[in-house]
């Protein structure tokens, strides 16, 4: 495909998004701290039924030797990586895309949260370029590479081609793990309405709702 | 019209993206936002700093800056059909943090965010929606590091806010 067609569709794809996600307030960063602080699940549930239907649509495709997953070598770079984008997206109140999408509905902190990721990237750029670490995409080898902290590279497609079995199986475990967790979710949830029912205060504790601080809430 | 009054459930606004996502997959590749942010900071690096930029590395071998990245057009395409959606539902005004508490917090976290994504090759969206979909062993070691960071985060939030 050509170069401007690919920029088309991502742009039509995003303009998609940027409305469903505007029309349901989704946040990904609420999805993880309402979970964690509110004991509330709205976004948790969406995320999570998400990944089940992208799990099944993506190993499906994977399994027919289609679609285009990411390919890089993966390791500790992952796990320090997205800590830190942990920690930033609580403290933000925000993720990658409810920044774009709340400075799209004029919220100025959302617009200083991404500028400050640009910051963010520029300043990782100038001390990727003195210690040269993670590895860059071209140089991996898809391979362990313990000294660089480096496990290589595993998804759907190369347990398809070792163990010859097809990945949309391996697919429909996750995505039977992925429903376990979001039943879980849901008896939780009925727990603590059942609760809320019977202690009227308690109730009050539970509907309370996040405070309103930061770029999500 | 009426979807622009109400808001919609999340659960079907994502069960959408997600259709859409798998036809991305097939046609490009997977959602993903940290590639095209990344790509943009080395666009406006390259506008700010002119060839000084062919000094630092980073963007010659990981990111050399081009605007024929699919990835910048999500972005774009987001903050478009946000601002059409906010417009049309009458939700479009402009929202000005009040507390230097709030700036703060999103300076921090905004850096913290960039930092994370350029570390990590990936960013929330490519975690929960294309590397641990796609079974990559990178994703299952991301997802325990966002729970993790977002629990710390969270122990942050509370101590500052008080809740």
């Known amino acids: ?217 | 019209m009426e979807f622009f009054k109400k808001t919609l459930d999340p659960v079907i606004a994502l069960v959408a993206i997600s259709i859409l996502d798998i036809f991305l997959f097939v046609i490009v590749g997977a959602w993903t936002v940290g590639g095209g942010e990344t790509m943009m900071t080395g666009l406006a690096a390259k506008a700010i700093l002119g060839s000084d930029i062919e000094k630092i590395p980073f963007w010659n071998l990981v990111f050399p800056p081009t605007f024929g990245y699919w990835k910048i057009y999500i972005s774009l395409g987001m903050l478009f059909g946000a601002f059409v959606s906010a417009v049309i539902s009458k939700e479009f005004y402009l929202r000005v943090p009040k507390h230097l508490s709030e700036w703060v917090m999103i300076t921090i976290g905004g850096l913290m965010m960039g930092i994370g994504i350029r570390l990590a090759f990936v960013c929330n969206i490519s975690t929960f929606l294309g590397l641990t979909p796609q079974m990559n062993l990178g994703g299952y070691l991301a997802v325990t590091g966002i729970i993790a960071g977002a629990w710390v985060g969270s122990l942050i939030y509370k101590k500052v806010l008080g809740v």
């Open chain 1, 1 to 217: 495909m050509s170069v401007l067609g690919e920029c088309l569709i991502a742009f039509v794809f995003g303009s998609c998004v940027g409305v469903l996600v505007q029309r349901s307030r989704f946040c990904n960063t609420a999805a993880l701290r309402d979970a964690i602080l509110f004991k509330s699940y709205r976004n948790t549930k969406a995320l999570l039924v998400s990944m089940m239907i992208l799990t099944v649509g993506f190993t499906g495709f994977m399994s027919i030797g289609e679609g285009h997953p990411m390919h890089f070598d993966v390791g500790l770079n992952q796990l320090i990586g997205l800590f830190i984008f942990g920690i930033g997206m609580v403290l933000a109140g925000a993720c990658t895309v409810s920044t774009w999408v709340k400075a799209g509905e004029g919220n100025v902190g959302a617009m200083w949260a991404l500028l400050f990721t640009f910051v963010g990237m520029f300043l990782f750029s100038l001390a990727w370029s003195v210690n040269y670490w993670p590895p860059a995409p071209a140089s991996m080898t898809g391979e362990p590479n313990l000294q660089a902290l480096q496990f290589g590279f595993a998804n759907a497609s190369t347990l398809q081609e070792k163990l010859k079995i097809p990945a949309i199986v391996f697919g429909l475990i996750q995505a039977g793990v992925l429903y376990m967790i979001y039943r879980a979710i849901l008896r939780r949830e009925r727990r603590l309405l059942k609760s809320a029912a019977s202690a009227s205060t308690e109730a009050e504790v539970i509907k309370k709702s996040p405070p309103a601080m930061g770029i999500c809430h």
